[in-house]
């Protein structure tokens, strides 16, 4: 395979409020460096972030669309895994 | 001659030019993330422009603000180093005419926070934090450039070896910055030149690049002696303004 664009990262920003880092889009860089500067540039012009992290985006191991059935809709019916699911008894004031 | 007018004008154009001719790469950048870098550096050094020349203007007492001054001033009147009305040229060009340029501006602003000018050591402040960005932005790609294939080394180097004889002109002092210095507005630059020297060789080296032995220095810019490439950068910036006076957006 000729691939002659440089890699691709995953941009993930954190706001100056946040205490996570949302994801914000993706950008080619040649390596880490270019890739904190250019997503400096292309992802916090307005303000949006105080940290970037970048990732390559061959690096993140995703869940495949096509298994969400068996993944996912399990827990939509198991009620008891919640915490509201439970009274707390009388007399017991701290739970 | 008001040398207080003249100093500030003279930081003012630089910016402004250097300004102009990065935001020619709009839309033209060999990638996007490279055409947004470029034109950011161009807005920040045009918003510096702005504050410089307002200032200026306000100094002078002639009722000129910084519009005037940028709109509609002729070639002679212009104040800025030959350095930055240099063509573009390809990428490498244009990325080793802002390092060289970058690392004088860094330590330059870092010494006038101290300047006796509130408003010029305000500027500076403001500036350096945008400056030391655009420093980092050009030394790495003078780096990769330079450390890259045979091909953008040879293209880099050709670059330097251009760009090397109007460096010099960064550090052109007369007998304007002898009355700022002697008031402290203005600063030694032979003590920015001591860190330039330093900074741009350690670069060069990492990026594998032969500093030239040319000799031969450009002079002329400050005392509003240009070459024929101003003449088109105005007739490009001033077009709409004089072909509309007063003209607002």
Not at chain 1, 69 to 92: A, L, N, Q
Not at chain 2, 33 to 46: F, H, P
Not at chain 2, 111 to 139: C, G, P
Request: aromatic share 10%; glycine share 6%.
């Amino acid at each position: 395979m000729s691939n002659r664009e440089w890699p691709l990262w995953e941009v993930f920003i954190r706001s100056k409020q946040g205490l996570n880092h949302k994801h914000v889009g993706s950008l080619r860089a040649a390596d880490a460096e270019m890739a904190v500067e250019n997503a400096r540039d292309v992802y916090t012009r307005r303000s949006e972030g105080i940290s970037i992290w970048v990732v390559e985006s061959k690096d993140i191991y995703a869940s495949d669309p096509s298994d969400a059935d068996s993944m996912f809709e399990p827990s939509d019916t198991k009620i008891y895994r919640h915490p509201t699911f439970y009274d707390v008894p009388d007399g017991i004031s701290h739970m | 001659m008001n040398a207080h007018f003249e100093y500030i004008l003279r930081i003012g154009d630089d910016s402004l030019i250097l300004g102009q001719r990065l935001g020619e790469w709009c839309g033209h950048g060999p990638i996007l993330e490279e055409d947004i870098a470029m034109t950011n550096i161009s807005l920040d050094l045009i918003g510096q422009a702005t504050s410089l020349l307002n200032h200026a203007g306000a100094l002078e007492g002639e009722g000129r603000d910084g519009d005037k001054l940028a709109f509609l001033r002729y070639e002679r009147d212009f104040k800025n180093i030959v350095l930055v009305e240099l063509p573009n040229g390809d990428f490498g060009m244009t990325m080793m005419r802002q390092f060289l340029f970058d690392a004088f501006r860094k330590p330059f602003y870092e010494a006038l926070q101290k300047s006796t000018d509130l408003q010029l050591s305000a500027i500076a402040e403001k500036s350096l934090k945008e400056t030391k960005y655009h420093l980092k932005h050009s030394s790495e790609w003078v780096i990769r450039l330079g450390d890259g294939t045979e091909e953008s080394h040879n293209r880099i180097q050709e670059s330097l070896d251009i760009l090397w004889r109007y460096a010099n002109e960064l550090f052109f002092m007369d007998e304007v910055d002898q009355q700022m210095i002697e008031k402290g507005i203005g600063i030694d630059l032979n003590t920015i030149k001591v860190i330039w020297d330093v900074n741009v060789k350690a670069v060069l080296e990492e990026a594998t690049l032969t500093i030239p032995t040319n000799n031969w220095k450009f002079e002329g810019g400050r005392k509003g002696l240009h070459s024929e490439h101003l003449g088109y950068i105005l007739a490009d910036m001033q077009y709409i303004q004089r072909a509309y006076p007063n003209m607002e957006w």
